[in-house]
C-alpha cells in the first residue's frame, strides 16, 4: 500500500470521527444557577480526531509491511487452546480464593462478573454452538427473575425451591420462541429475537396487576444455606447465631460469591458435557450449515428447540440470582443493552469457546469497573476496545472451534488395504 493511499484513509477516517465527536465531545453541559450551558472543548475534539487519524495510519502501514510468517489465526488459535489447559485451573483457583484476600468491593464486583459468565455461558449454546444468532436473550434473564420474585413473595417460597422452577419456566419461553423462528436464518432471526426481548419488556411494564409495572417488586428474599439466615438478629436461626460468630455483612456476600459460582461452575460443566453428545454435535452440524444436516437427516426442529431451550434455562437461572441478589427488580434492568453486553462477551470471547467467554466478561465488566471514575469516556473506551479487537483478532480472544470428536492422532493405513480392489 502506498503512503498517499493509507493516508488519505486514515484523513478519511479522521473526517468521520470529527462528525461523530463533534458534539459529544466537543461539547459539554454545564449545570449552573441558571439552568445549563453548553461549553465547548476543542482540545478533547482535536485529540480523539488526532487519535483516530495517527491509529488508522499505523493499523494501515502494519498490516502492510507486517512479516509473511506471521502466525496463521489457525496456529494462533491452537496455541491458544493449548495454553488454557494451564489459565483455566488457575483462574479456578484464584476464584475459588478470592473471599480469602479479596474485600466486599472485589467480591460484589466478581459477583456481577461471574453473573455474565454464566448468561455467557448459556447464550454460547444458542450462538456460539447451534449458531443461532439471539439478540433477545435478555428475555429469558427476565423471565427467571420475575419467577422468582413473584413466586417467593407471592407464595413464599425458597430460593433453593424456586430456582428450578424459574429455570424450566425460561426454558418454556425458549421452546415459545423456538417454534416460530424454525425457517428463519441470519438477520430475520436476530430481528424476531430482538423484537421478542421487546416484548417481554413491554409486558413486563403494562402488566401491572402481576409484575407492578414500573415501580418494580421489592422485598424479594434472600437465599439462606439450610434454613440459616445471613442477618444480624443472632437468633439460632441465622448463620452468625448458629456458628456463634460475630454477624458482617460481608458473610452474605462471600455467601453469595459461591452460589453463583457454583451456577456458573453448573453451566459450564453441562455445557462441555453436552458438546460430546449427539445433540452436542448436531448443534455444531446445524451451525456450520444447515442444508447438510437437513441432508444427513438430523432434525432441524428438535435440534433448534433444545438449543433454544437449554440456552434460555440457563438464563433463567442467572435471572432468579440476579433477583435474589437485588432484592429488587424492576423491567428497567433487563433492557436491549443488556442483550447486546452478553452478545459482545461471546463474539469477543470467541464462539463456542468457554474460556473466551470468561476472559471476556472478566475484560468487559471487569474493566469497566475500572473506568468508573471515568463515566463520561467510559462506554467511549469500551467501544475504541471493541474496534480493536474485530481488527486484529476478528474471531475472538480464544477463536478455535475444535471439533467436539476427532481423531487424536493420525493413523497409517497398509498399502495392502488401499490396493486396487480393496480401497
Given at each position: 500500500?502506498k503512503?498517499?493511499?493509507?493516508?488519505?484513509?486514515?484523513a478519511l477516517?479522521?473526517?468521520?470521527?470529527?462528525?461523530?465527536?463533534v458534539?459529544?465531545?466537543?461539547?459539554?453541559?454545564?449545570?449552573?444557577?441558571?439552568?445549563?450551558?453548553?461549553v465547548?472543548?476543542?482540545?478533547?475534539?482535536?485529540?480523539?480526531?488526532?487519535?483516530?487519524?495517527?491509529?488508522?495510519?499505523?493499523?494501515l502501514?502494519?498490516?502492510?509491511?507486517?512479516?509473511?510468517?506471521?502466525?496463521t489465526?489457525?496456529?494462533?488459535a491452537?496455541?491458544?487452546?493449548?495454553?488454557?489447559?494451564y489459565?483455566?485451573?488457575?483462574?479456578?483457583v484464584?476464584?475459588?480464593?478470592l473471599?480469602?484476600?479479596?474485600?466486599?468491593?472485589?467480591?460484589?464486583?466478581?459477583?456481577?462478573?461471574?453473573?455474565?459468565?454464566m448468561?455467557?455461558?448459556?447464550?454460547?449454546?444458542?450462538?456460539?454452538?447451534a449458531g443461532?444468532?439471539?439478540?433477545?436473550y435478555?428475555?429469558?434473564?427476565?423471565?427467571?427473575?420475575?419467577?422468582?420474585?413473584?413466586?417467593?413473595?407471592?407464595?413464599?417460597?425458597?430460593?433453593?425451591?424456586?430456582?428450578?422452577?424459574?429455570?424450566?419456566?425460561?426454558a418454556?419461553?425458549?421452546?415459545?420462541?423456538?417454534f416460530?423462528?424454525?425457517?428463519?436464518?441470519?438477520?430475520?432471526?436476530a430481528?424476531?429475537?430482538?423484537?421478542?426481548?421487546?416484548?417481554?419488556r413491554v409486558?413486563?411494564i403494562?402488566?401491572?396487576?402481576?409484575t407492578?409495572?414500573?415501580?418494580?417488586?421489592?422485598?424479594?428474599?434472600?437465599?439462606?444455606l439450610?434454613?440459616?439466615?445471613f442477618?444480624?438478629?443472632?437468633d439460632?436461626?441465622s448463620?452468625?447465631?448458629?456458628f456463634?460468630?460475630?454477624?458482617?455483612?460481608?458473610?452474605?456476600?462471600?455467601?453469595?460469591?459461591?452460589?453463583?459460582?457454583?451456577l456458573?461452575?453448573?453451566?459450564?460443566?453441562v455445557?462441555?458435557?453436552l458438546?460430546?453428545?449427539?445433540?452436542?454435535?448436531?448443534?455444531?452440524?446445524?451451525?456450520?450449515?444447515?442444508?447438510?444436516?437437513r441432508?444427513l437427516?438430523?432434525?432441524?426442529?428438535?435440534?433448534k428447540?433444545?438449543a433454544?431451550?437449554?440456552?434460555a434455562?440457563?438464563?433463567?437461572?442467572a435471572?432468579?440470582?440476579?433477583?435474589?441478589?437485588?432484592?429488587f427488580?424492576?423491567?428497567?434492568?433487563?433492557?436491549?443493552?443488556?442483550?447486546a453486553?452478553?452478545?459482545?462477551?461471546?463474539?469477543?470471547?470467541?464462539?463456542?469457546?468457554?474460556?473466551?467467554?470468561?476472559?471476556?466478561?472478566?475484560v468487559?465488566?471487569?474493566?469497566?469497573?475500572?473506568?468508573r471514575?471515568?463515566?463520561?469516556y467510559?462506554?467511549?473506551?469500551f467501544?475504541?476496545?471493541?474496534?480493536?479487537?474485530?481488527?486484529?483478532r476478528?474471531?475472538?480472544?480464544?477463536?478455535?472451534?475444535?471439533?467436539?470428536?476427532a481423531?487424536?492422532?493420525?493413523?497409517?493405513?497398509?498399502?495392502?488395504?488401499?490396493?486396487?480392489?480393496?480401497?
Amino acid at each position: 500500500m502506498k503512503l498517499a493511499s493509507a493516508l488519505r484513509d486514515a484523513a478519511l477516517s479522521a473526517l468521520v470521527a470529527f462528525g461523530l465527536f463533534v458534539a459529544l465531545i466537543g461539547l459539554h453541559l454545564v449545570p449552573t444557577d441558571s439552568g445549563l450551558i453548553l461549553v465547548g472543548r476543542p482540545w478533547a475534539l482535536v485529540l480523539i480526531v488526532a487519535a483516530v487519524f495517527v491509529g488508522r495510519l499505523a493499523m494501515l502501514l502494519w498490516l502492510h509491511v507486517r512479516p509473511a510468517g506471521t502466525a496463521t489465526p489457525r496456529r494462533l488459535a491452537a496455541g491458544m487452546t493449548r495454553a488454557g489447559r494451564y489459565v483455566a485451573p488457575v483462574f479456578l483457583v484464584l476464584a475459588l480464593t478470592l473471599p480469602l484476600y479479596g474485600g466486599r468491593y472485589m467480591l460484589d464486583t466478581g459477583i456481577l462478573v461471574l453473573t455474565y459468565v454464566m448468561l455467557g455461558w448459556g447464550l454460547t449454546i444458542v450462538v456460539g454452538l447451534a449458531g443461532l444468532l439471539d439478540l433477545g436473550y435478555v428475555a429469558f434473564y427476565a423471565v427467571g427473575a420475575y419467577s422468582y420474585a413473584l413466586l417467593s413473595t407471592t407464595w413464599h417460597l425458597g430460593f433453593w425451591t424456586t430456582l428450578p422452577v424459574a429455570g424450566l419456566l425460561a426454558a418454556l419461553w425458549g421452546i415459545m420462541l423456538g417454534f416460530p423462528v424454525l425457517r428463519l436464518r441470519g438477520d430475520y432471526l436476530a430481528i424476531v429475537t430482538l423484537a421478542f426481548g421487546e416484548i417481554i419488556r413491554v409486558v413486563l411494564i403494562n402488566w401491572t396487576s402481576l409484575t407492578n409495572g414500573s415501580n418494580g417488586i421489592t422485598d424479594i428474599p434472600r437465599p439462606t444455606l439450610f434454613g440459616l439466615k445471613f442477618n444480624a438478629s443472632g437468633d439460632p436461626d441465622s448463620f452468625a447465631g448458629f456458628f456463634h460468630l460475630d454477624y458482617s455483612i460481608t458473610q452474605r456476600f462471600v455467601f453469595l460469591y459461591y452460589v453463583i459460582l457454583a451456577l456458573a461452575l453448573l453451566t459450564n460443566w453441562v455445557s462441555l458435557r453436552l458438546r460430546r453428545l449427539p445433540l452436542g454435535r448436531a448443534w455444531e452440524a446445524l451451525r456450520e450449515d444447515e442444508i447438510a444436516c437437513r441432508s444427513l437427516g438430523i432434525n432441524v426442529t428438535t435440534t433448534k428447540l433444545t438449543a433454544f431451550a437449554i440456552g434460555a434455562m440457563f438464563g433463567g437461572f442467572a435471572g432468579a440470582f440476579f433477583a435474589t441478589r437485588q432484592g429488587f427488580i424492576s423491567p428497567e434492568s433487563f433492557n436491549f443493552m443488556e442483550s447486546a453486553l452478553v452478545l459482545s462477551i461471546v463474539v469477543l470471547g470467541g464462539l463456542g469457546s468457554q474460556l473466551g467467554v470468561a476472559l471476556a466478561a472478566l475484560v468487559m465488566i471487569g474493566g469497566t469497573e475500572l473506568f468508573r471514575d471515568f463515566a463520561e469516556y467510559r462506554m467511549l473506551i469500551f467501544g475504541l476496545a471493541l474496534v480493536v479487537m474485530m481488527v486484529l483478532r476478528p474471531r475472538g480472544l480464544v477463536a478455535g472451534r475444535t471439533p467436539s470428536i476427532a481423531l487424536g492422532t493420525r493413523r497409517e493405513i497398509a498399502a495392502e488395504l488401499v490396493a486396487e480392489g480393496r480401497g
